[in-house]
């Protein structure tokens, strides 16, 4: 079944939201489904409506998934051999226990290099077009290789890696049974992001909610949807069904962390107007992956939602859709309590034991 998303439309009246759910059919005439193409519009623009993710991940044909490809995959992103030094693997910063991303401001390589960025969740990245925070990689196979050689996160070389790997007796026998070859880089790839896609966040309370349980959110909650939906703008950028309209946006970030100055998108583009444009980040599951932003600038959603509610920074290449929002004490309580009801279902977790 492909659970398409959800367009709706919200008010507040008397302090009791009502929802007006637009699409066919519908849980007794409150709730139903409405086409992808289905737009919501918020203050004379329109943005694609909120709703369940799809049942099935997207894969490429070129690296369709199966059970000994994940396994492969799921050791090689907890290999620490993946690095120059044998001790930083995927999981060192993409960790289970912290929603699939890294609890440090910004993230650390090799004997102790510190990065300029945070590492965002790996959680539904099968859903995202571009990845990481500049979007300089069009797949998750390409960004499963690119740590591996970069001078502050793996700091070791692709042909080194293959060479060390190969010397494992049980990865020569995996990569022989997966692939039949032996190991390489392209295997290397293809496995990790086979497992990466396996990573899902859903089933949250939002979409039992949507899917006709009217009790799976609690009242603040089903505020802070309307406040989302509508005053607050979140839905702007943080729409579809996995909460982010895959694309770019600066919206005035502040600058922390080892880097002077980081121009995003740009460094990928050369567009003066992507300069401190960065991806936007999915929200499900949002509370598991503090800190936020790409440089980890605020540690909690209250300052988050603050940050939004001024209107982001001033700087030449701010967003259009970056607005005050003067929203009240409650309100911002309220979106929080939303953004919370975006956690999906834990997802049953064994580290793997590695071959030697």
Same mark, same amino acid.
């Given at each position: 079944?492909?659970?398409?998303?959800?367009?709706?439309?919200?008010?507040?009246?008397?302090?009791?939201?009502?929802?007006?759910?637009?699409?066919?059919?519908?849980?007794?005439?409150?709730?139903? %489904?409405? /086409? #992808?193409?289905?737009?919501?519009?918020?203050?004379?623009?329109? +943005?694609?409506?909120?709703?369940?993710? #799809?049942?099935?991940?997207?894969?490429?044909?070129?690296?369709?998934?199966? /059970?000994?490809?994940?396994?492969?995959?799921?050791?090689?992103?907890?290999?620490?051999?993946?690095?120059?030094?044998?001790?930083?693997?995927?999981?060192?910063? %993409?960790? !289970?226990?912290?929603? +699939?991303?890294?609890?440090?401001?910004?993230?650390?390589?090799?004997?102790?290099?510190?990065?300029?960025?945070?590492?965002?969740?790996?959680?539904?990245?099968?859903?995202?077009?571009?990845?990481?925070?500049?979007?300089?990689?069009?797949?998750?196979? $390409?960004?499963?290789?690119?740590?591996?050689?970069? !001078? =502050?996160?793996?700091? $070791?070389?692709?042909?080194?890696?293959?060479?060390?790997?190969?010397?494992?007796k049980g990865y020569q026998e995996q990569f022989?049974?997966? +692939?039949?070859?032996?190991?390489?880089?392209?295997?290397?790839?293809?496995? =990790?992001?086979?497992?990466?896609?396996?990573?899902?966040?859903?089933?949250?309370?939002?979409?039992?909610?949507?899917?006709?349980?009217? %009790? /799976?959110?609690?009242?603040?909650?089903?505020?802070?949807?309307?406040?989302?939906?509508?005053?607050?703008?979140?839905?702007?950028?943080?729409?579809?069904?996995?909460?982010?309209?895959?694309?770019? %946006?600066?919206?005035?970030?502040?600058?922390?962390?080892?880097?002077?100055?980081?121009?995003?998108?740009?460094?990928?583009?050369?567009? $003066?107007?992507?300069?401190?444009?960065?991806?936007? #980040?999915?929200?499900?599951?949002? =509370?598991?992956?503090?800190?936020?932003?790409?440089?980890?600038?605020?540690?909690?959603?209250?300052?988050?939602?603050?940050?939004?509610?001024?209107?982001?920074?001033?700087?030449?290449?701010?967003? *259009?859709?970056?607005?005050?929002?003067?929203?009240? !004490?409650?309100?911002?309580?309220?979106? =929080?309590?939303?953004?919370? *009801?975006?956690?999906?279902?834990?997802?049953?977790?064994?580290?793997? /034991?590695?071959?030697e």
């Amino acid at each position: 079944m492909h659970v398409r998303p959800l367009v709706l439309t919200s008010a507040l009246v008397g302090g009791i939201v009502g929802f007006v759910f637009l699409g066919f059919g519908g849980f007794g005439h409150a709730l139903g %489904h409405a /086409a #992808p193409s289905d737009m919501l519009t918020v203050d004379g623009e329109a +943005f694609p409506g909120i709703g369940p993710l #799809p049942t099935a991940i997207p894969q490429p044909a070129g690296n369709l998934n199966y /059970a000994a490809k994940v396994s492969l995959g799921k050791q090689l992103y907890f290999d620490g051999r993946l690095s120059k030094n044998n001790a930083i693997s995927c999981a060192f910063c %993409h960790n !289970p226990v912290a929603g +699939f991303a890294d609890p440090n401001q910004t993230s650390v390589g090799v004997v102790g290099k510190r990065g300029g960025r945070q590492a965002p969740t790996v959680y539904n990245a099968a859903f995202n077009q571009f990845q990481f925070w500049d979007g300089r990689a069009g797949s998750l196979e $390409e960004q499963a290789i690119g740590p591996i050689h970069n !001078p =502050i996160e793996m700091a $070791e070389t692709h042909e080194n890696v293959v060479k060390k790997l190969s010397q494992i007796k049980g990865y020569q026998e995996q990569f022989q049974a997966t +692939f039949g070859t032996g190991v390489s880089m392209q295997g290397i790839g293809e496995a =990790i992001a086979a497992y990466e896609r396996t990573v899902i966040s859903t089933n949250s309370a939002f979409d039992k909610f949507v899917l006709g349980d009217i %009790h /799976a959110m609690d009242e603040s909650a089903k505020r802070g949807m309307a406040v989302f939906t509508g005053k607050g703008r979140c839905i702007a950028c943080h729409n579809g069904s996995n909460f982010t309209d895959n694309h770019f %946006h600066n919206t005035g970030v502040p600058q922390v962390g080892p880097m002077e100055e980081d121009l995003g998108r740009f460094y990928v583009t050369r567009r $003066e107007q992507d300069k401190r444009a960065f991806k936007t #980040p999915t929200l499900r599951s949002v =509370i598991e992956s503090a800190p936020y932003m790409h440089d980890g600038a605020f540690q909690t959603l209250e300052e988050v939602v603050d940050f939004y509610d001024k209107g982001g920074n001033a700087n030449p290449q701010l967003s *259009a859709l970056m607005k005050p929002l003067r929203l009240s !004490p409650e309100e911002k309580t309220d979106l =929080i309590a939303f953004l919370k *009801a975006l956690t999906g279902e834990a997802i049953p977790f064994e580290f793997p /034991a590695l071959p030697e």
